[in-house]
């Protein structure tokens, strides 16, 4: 579904990724885990076309970034840290361009947004403007934002920043939900070892580099702590 290979990503003297390969398998649950400067941010602009890799190849659902960029880049749905909603806009405005960019027909946009609202809490008027709405909600309105046109693979940079206990179990149950009845597949990156508890796999990422790769347990213990969290410390800091 999403296959990186041998991807490395450099500013000047620093490098970013180094040689990175991963593949990501449909209907799957990957927390990408990685402390403060692991490369994680970096890994999603490539794979997001917003920045070149110096080397690498990236092919989202069989299409390759290279040969096919375009239809690489409607597989993808994204949440980046950095909120990029337009604030003087209502929050079905924010959501019906989305939908315009991708071609959905207006009825189907209409009912897709409707619905993601309601499956986040996203609790106001859809016609409020955004600039009006809580951190949390606005957050919520990216992630509805990005699954709109239903994308077989979902990238979520620490996706939870800003949203109390509640909206992020909503949040992580919501994905874990598209994953088993759309097969599709979510590339979660955050430096918090709790959310990586429901994972089907768990991948550190440090410096740029695979670190461990495997389930849960198997993680632990290629780190070599009596748990995730100690391991990921020790290894990572
Ligand atoms: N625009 C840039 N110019 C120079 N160096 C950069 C730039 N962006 C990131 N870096 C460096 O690349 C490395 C990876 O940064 P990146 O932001 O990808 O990490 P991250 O895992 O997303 O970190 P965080 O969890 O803090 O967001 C770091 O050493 C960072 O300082």
Redesign the pocket.
Known sequence: MLSIRGLTKR??E?T?LDKLSLEIAPGSFTVLL????????????VLTGLFAADEGEVTVAGFSHRSEPAAALRSLGVVF?QMSLDLDLSIRRNLSLQADLHGLPRKVAAERIVEGCRRLNVDVDLDRKVRELSGGNRRKVELVRAGLHRPQVLLM??ATVGLDPKSRRDLLAALHEDVATRGCSVLW?T?WVEEAEQADRVVV?HK?KLLADGSREEVTRALGEPSLEQGFIARTT
């Open positions: 500013y000047g620093r970013a990685g402390p403060n400067g692991a490369g994680k941010s970096t890994l999603f602009q840290q940079d620490e990156a430096h990422l740029g």
